[in-house]
C-alpha cells in the first residue's frame, strides 16, 4: 500500500489555478496517490497541478532560457572537484587531505547560498580556515562568472533576481505541502513570488495518535530489530494499513537496515541455493553503486595497469562470476589457482605470460594472453572525459564484463552503471582534458554519489529517512534510533565560515539551542503523523551509557520483552544434517595453540580446532606496506629492550625529554635489526623510516601515561602456566609490573583497537586476558589492562580488582580507561550490559568457571559448526567454505552455548 496524502483535506485549498508543491519526490508521490485513491472507477477528472520544490524552480529556469540566456547549472560534485583541484595547488595550505577540505569549502558555499549571504556579509574573518575560505571562493566565483555556470544550490537565489522576468510563468495560487523548514533563500522566493499577486497557502498533514510509547533496548542493532519483528506482526495483523520505520541518520545504518529487516521477512535468503527475490519492504535510501560487486569488479578491471597484479587482484579475476572467459573458462580459472598458490605480492605482466607459454595447455589460456596484452596497451595520455568514458566501455567490453548469463539478474543495476558513466561527462566544465587518474577518481565520486534502490514487491511497509518521513501520515510508525546521544543532534560549527556568522544566522549545527529547535519541531511533526507509534532508543552507545531523548521522555515507556520473542538457549552439540555425534578423540597434552586457543574456540569451536589442532591455515592476505603483525612485533620488541635498560618506573620518571627520545630511538633500531628481511620485503625504505619516526612517538606518548603510575619494576615476555581442566597450557604475558604493595599489574600491548568487553561473557572472545589472570592468581593481581598504543588514540584500559573509594562499581573490581588527561571509570556502563553477564562474585571466579568449560569442551573432542555471532564470528572467517554453515541451518536459529548448563 503506498504511502498517501488525504485528497479530501486537500479539496478545500485547491482550484484548477493551484499549483501544489512538495519538499521531495516521496510526498510529490502520496500527493499523487492520494488523488488517486479519491477517484470512482470511470471517472474522467483533470490531475492536480504537482511538482517538487526543485523541479519547479529547474522548469522556471527553462522558461527563461527561451526568452533569454541563463547560466547553465553545475553539479555540487564538479565544484567540489574544482575546489579541490585549486587546494592541492594552494603551495600554502598545509594539510594535505584536499577532497575533504573541498567538501567542507562546499558545504560552508552551499550554507552562504542557501541563507542567501554573500562574501562581504562573513564579517572579520579571525581564522586561517575563513581566510583560506573568502579566497577560495573569490575565485571560485570568478570562475563561474567567467563560464556563465550557476550551482544548482544557488538557483533559488538566481530566480529571486529574476523574479520580474517571472511574473507571466507564475501561477495563480501555490500550495507548499509538508515543508518542515524552509531556507531563508527558498522562504524569500516565496515571499517575492506572493507579492506578484500569487495566493500562497500551507498545508502540513497530520493527525492525533492514538498511542505513543517509547521502547528501551540494550544497543542500536537491537533497535532494528525489535522494529523489524514489531513490523513483521503488524503487516500481517493489518495488510491495509501504511507501516511506516523511521530511522534516524538512514543512509549511515543501511547495511544493518537490510541484515535486521532481511532476517526477519525474509530468514531464507542468506543460503546459496535460495535466488535473491525483492525485498518483502520498501527502503527509501539506496546504496551507493560502487558498493555492488558487480561494480567493484568493473572498476578494479579499470584499474589494470601494465605495472602488474597484485595477488587480490589475480584472485578476483579468478573466483568473480563477472567476467567470461569463454570455452576455457575452467583452464583459465585453475591457472589463475596456481598462480595465486605462489603467494607473490605482485605478478608482473611478464611473469604471467611465461607461466602462459610454458603452460602444457597454454593453447586454451590465449583469451587470458590477449587480455593480459591490452592492458600494457592501454593509453595513459590526458583527454576529454568523453574519451575516457569510450575508452572505459571498449575495455569492460574486451574483457566481457558482464556477460549475458549474468546480466539478466543485474538489469537494473547495469542501468544505472551505464547512466552514472555517461554522466561523469560532465567534468569537461571545470576540467577540460583531466589526466586518468583524475578522471577515474571524478568517476568514482559518480558512483559513490549515484544510490540504487533495490527493487520491492509490492508492500505497506516502508522504511524511511526522518526528512522523508516529515509532512506524511501513516498509519502506524515506528521511530528507531532517538536517544539521548543523538536526539537533538550535536552542534557542529564548519571551520570555513566565522563562528559569530553562523550563530547570528543560525545556520545548521551552529548551536545547542539551534539544533534543539531544529530538531524539537521535526519531533513534533512525527509525533502527529501516525495513528500508532513507538519510539526506540538505546541504553548504551559506544561504550557508554545514554537514554532515551529529552523530546521524547514524556511518552510513557513499555517493555521491550512485550513485543520481542524470547530466544532459547542451546548446549553447544553437533546439530547439522552432515555431522555425526562423535567426539574426536584428542592428546590433552599435545594442545596447540596456548590462551588464543580458548579464544578461537570461544568464537566458534570448529574454527578453533581446525586451525589449532589441526593446522588448517587460511590463505594468507596481502596488505600494502608493512604487514600489522610485523609492525606489532617491531613495537613489542622495542619495549622489550627499553624495559630491560631501564628496569623501573623510578629510573623512567628521572629520565630527561631528551635521553628518553634518545633510548627510544636506539632500542627501534635495535629491534628493527632483528626484523629487516621482512620489512625491507613488504616497503621501501622511505616506508620503513616514516614508520620508525611513527612508533617512536607512539611509544614515547605511552611512557608519558606510564610515567603516572607510582613506583613498580617491570618484567617482560613473562613464560606463565595454566592447568585448566585436563589441559596444561604455556604462554607469555607481554609486560608484568611488581608494584610495592607486593601486587602485580598485568599489561598487554596492543596497536589496534581494544574492547575489554570480549574478555566477559560465557564465550569471550579474547579469552587469553582472563587466562593470564588465572596464571597470576597466587602473586595477587592488581589489574588487567591493555595499553593500547595508536596514534591519537594511545590509552591504558582494563579492570582494576582493587576499586578506588569513589569507584562506581558496586563489586571488588573497577572498570578504568586511562590517557595523558586522565582517568574514566567505566564501570557503570558494564554493568548495565546484561550480555556481559556480571555478577557480585569474584571475576576470576567467574573466568574460571568460563574457561573450565571451555577447556572440558577441547579435551572432550567437541567441535561443531557453532559460531557465537554470525553476523561477527563468520562475517571475515575463511573456514565458511569448508565449514559449510551457509547451506544449512537448524530450523531455530538460537544462540549456541558452548558447554553444559547445570
Known amino acids: 500500500m503506498a504511502i498517501s496524502v488525504s485528497y479530501q483535506e486537500l479539496a478545500p485549498f485547491l482550484s484548477e489555478q493551484t499549483l501544489i508543491l512538495t519538499p521531495n519526490a516521496r510526498t510529490l508521490s502520496a500527493v499523487n496517490a492520494g ?61 594535505t587531505n584536499e577532497l575533504g577540505v573541498a567538501e567542507k569549502v562546499l558545504e560552508a558555499f552551499r550554507v552562504m547560498r542557501q541563507w542567501d549571504c554573500q562574501l562581504s556579509d562573513l564579517g572579520q574573518l579571525e581564522t586561517v580556515e575563513n581566510q583560506y575560505f573568502a579566497k577560495w571562493i573569490g575565485e571560485l566565483e570568478s570562475f563561474l562568472d567567467a563560464n556563465d555556470l550557476l550551482p544548482d544550490f544557488a538557483l533559488c537565489n538566481f530566480l529571486c533576481e529574476q523574479i520580474d522576468d517571472l511574473q507571466s510563468l507564475l501561477p495563480s495560487e501555490l500550495l507548499t505541502i509538508g515543508f518542515n523548514q524552509l531556507t531563508p533563500a527558498e522562504q524569500k522566493l516565496l515571499d517575492l513570488v506572493s507579492q506578484k499577486s500569487v495566493r500562497w497557502q500551507t498545508f502540513f498533514p497530520s493527525q492525533k495518535p492514538a498511542s505513543a510509547t517509547r521502547v528501551e533496548c540494550e544497543q542500536f542493532k537491537q533497535e532494528l530489530e525489535f522494529a523489524a519483528e514489531l513490523a513483521s506482526k503488524r503487516v500481517v495483523d493489518a495488510p491495509d494499513k501504511t507501516i511506516a520505520v523511521v530511522v534516524n541518520q538512514l543512509s549511515n545504518h543501511i547495511d544493518l537496515v537490510h541484515q535486521c529487516f532481511s532476517d526477519t521477512f525474509q530468514p531464507d535468503e542468506h543460503l546459496p541455493w535460495k535466488p535473491l527475490g525483492k525485498t518483502a519492504y520498501n527502503v527509501s535510501a539506496g546504496q551507493p553503486i560502487a558498493e555492488f560487486p558487480p561494480i567493484y569488479v568493473a572498476l578494479s578491471i579499470l584499474q589494470l595497469s601494465s605495472k602488474g597484479l597484485d595477488l587480490t587482484t589475480l584472485r578476483l579475476l579468478k573466483t568473480t562470476p563477472f567476467i567470461h572467459w569463454g570455452d576455457y573458462s575452467n583452464q583459465i580459472r585453475s591457472f589463475l589457482h596456481d598462480q595465486s598458490l605462489l603467494g607473490y605480492r605482485h605478478y608482473s605482466l611478464d611473469r604471467i605470460r611465461s607461466a602462459i607459454d610454458s603452460h602444457p595447455e597454454c593453447d586454451k589460456l590465449i583469451q587470458l594472453k590477449i587480455r593480459l596484452d591490452s592492458i600494457e596497451n592501454k593509453p ?38 551505464y547512466e552514472a558513466l555517461k554522466s561523469s561527462v560532465s567534468l569537461a566544465s571545470v576540467n577540460p582534458k583531466p589526466s586518468k587518474s583524475a578522471a577515474f577518481e571524478y568517476f568514482q565520486q559518480v558512483l559513490k554519489q549515484s544510490a540504487f534502490q533495490m527493487p520491492s514487491d509490492r508492500t505497506n511497509l516502508h522504511i524511511l529517512g526522518i526528512l522523508e518521513a516529515s509532512g506524511l501520515v501513516f498509519d502506524e510508525l515506528i521511530m528507531v534510533g532517538f536517544g539521548r546521544h543523538n536526539w537533538p543532534a550535536k552542534s557542529q560549527l564548519n571551520p570555513f565560515l566565522p563562528v559569530a556568522f553562523q550563530q547570528a544566522n543560525h545556520t545548521p549545527g551552529s548551536s545547542a539551542e539551534r539544533e534543539y529547535e531544529y530538531t524539537r519541531d521535526l519531533s513534533q511533526s512525527l509525533l502527529n503523523s501516525a495513528t500508532n507509534l513507538w519510539v526506540t532508543y538505546s541504553k548504551t552507545e559506544q561504550d557508554s551509557l545514554t537514554g532515551e531523548s529529552p523530546l521524547f521522555s514524556h511518552l510513557p515507556e513499555t517493555d521491550i520483552a512485550d513485543w520481542l520473542s524470547q530466544k532459547a538457549t542451546y548446549q553447544v552439540q553437533s546439530d547439522y544434517e552432515w555431522t555425526c555425534d562423535e567426539k574426536i578423540t584428542i592428546d590433552t597434552k599435545a594442545i596447540k595453540g596456548g590462551a588464543y586457543l580458548l579464544s578461537f574456540y570461544a568464537a566458534c569451536p570448529f574454527k578453533g580446532m581446525s586451525q589449532f589442532q589441526f593446522g588448517i591455515r587460511p590463505a594468507q592476505q596481502t596488505e600494502l606496506g608493512i604487514e600489522a603483525k610485523i609492525r606489532g612485533a617491531w613495537l613489542h620488541r622495542a619495549l622489550e629492550l627499553f624495559w630491560r635498560e631501564v628496569k623501573t618506573s623510578s629510573a623512567l620518571q628521572a629520565l630527561s625529554t631528551e635521553h628518553r627520545q634518545t633510548l627510544i630511538e636506539n632500542v627501534l633500531i635495535e629491534a628493527k635489526s632483528e626484523f629487516e628481511k621482512p620489512l625491507y620485503a613488504s616497503a621501501s625504505p622511505v616506508i620503513v623510516d616514516l614508520e620508525f619516526e611513527k612508533l617512536a612517538r607512539q611509544i614515547d606518548d605511552w611512557l608519558e601515561i606510564d610515567s603516572q603510575f607510582g613506583d613498580f619494576k617491570v618484567a617482560t615476555e613473562v613464560e606463565k602456566q595454566l592447568t585448566i581442566g585436563p589441559l596444561d597450557f604455556t604462554f607469555r604475558v607481554d609486560r608484568i609490573d611488581y608494584l610495592n604493595d607486593g601486587s602485580i599489574a598485568i599489561i598487554d600491548y596492543k596497536t589496534g583497537n581494544v574492547d575489554v568487553k570480549k574478555w566477559l561473557g560465557k564465550r569471550p572472545d579474547e579469552a587469553q586476558m582472563p587466562a593470564y589472570v588465572l596464571a597470576c592468581e597466587e602473586e595477587n593481581v592488581n589489574s588487567l589492562s591493555y595499553a593500547k598504543i595508536k596514534t591519537g588514540e594511545t590509552k591504558r584500559v582494563g579492570v582494576w580488582f582493587t576499586p578506588e573509594s569513589n569507584s562506581q562499581s558496586s563489586f571488588d573490581y573497577q572498570f578504568l580507561e586511562i590517557t595523558e588527561d586522565g582517568q574514566k571509570d567505566r564501570t557503570r556502563y558494564f554493568q548495565a550490559n546484561p550480555n556481559l553477564e556480571l555478577t557480585s562474585d569474584s571475576l576470576s571466579e567467574q573466568w574460571r568457571d568460563n574457561l573450565q568449560r571451555l577447556a572440558n569442551a577441547i579435551a572432550e573432542g567437541v567441535m561443531p559448526v557453532s559460531p557465537k555471532s554470525r553476523s561477527q564470528s563468520c562475517r571475515y572467517c575463511d573456514f565458511s567454505d569448508f565449514c559449510r554453515i551457509n547451506e544449512f541451518q537448524p530450523d531455530d536459529e538460537a544462540e549456541l552455548v558452548v558447554g553444559r548448563e547445570d
Not at 384 to 411: G, H, I, K, Y
Open 35 to 95: 488523488f488517486v485513491e479519491s477517484l470512482e472507477e470511470g471517472q474522467v477528472v483533470y490531475a492536480p497541478k504537482a511538482n517538487t520544490f526543485l523541479g519547479w524552480q529547474s522548469h522556471l529556469l527553462e522558461q527563461l532560457s527561451f526568452h533569454y540566456p541563463v547560466p547553465k547549472l553545475i553539479k555540487s560534485l564538479e565544484i567540489k572537484t574544482w575546489l579541490k583541484n585549486q587546494i592541492s595547488g594552494d603551495e600554502n595550505w598545509l594539510l
Open 380 to 417: 595513459t595520455q590526458a583527454r576529454p572525459m568523453s574519451a575516457w568514458v569510450d575508452l572505459w566501455l571498449s575495455e569492460l567490453n574486451a574483457w566481457r564484463w558482464m556477460n549475458n548469463e549474468t546480466v539478466d539478474n543485474n538489469q537494473n543495476l547495469m542501468s544505472e552503471f
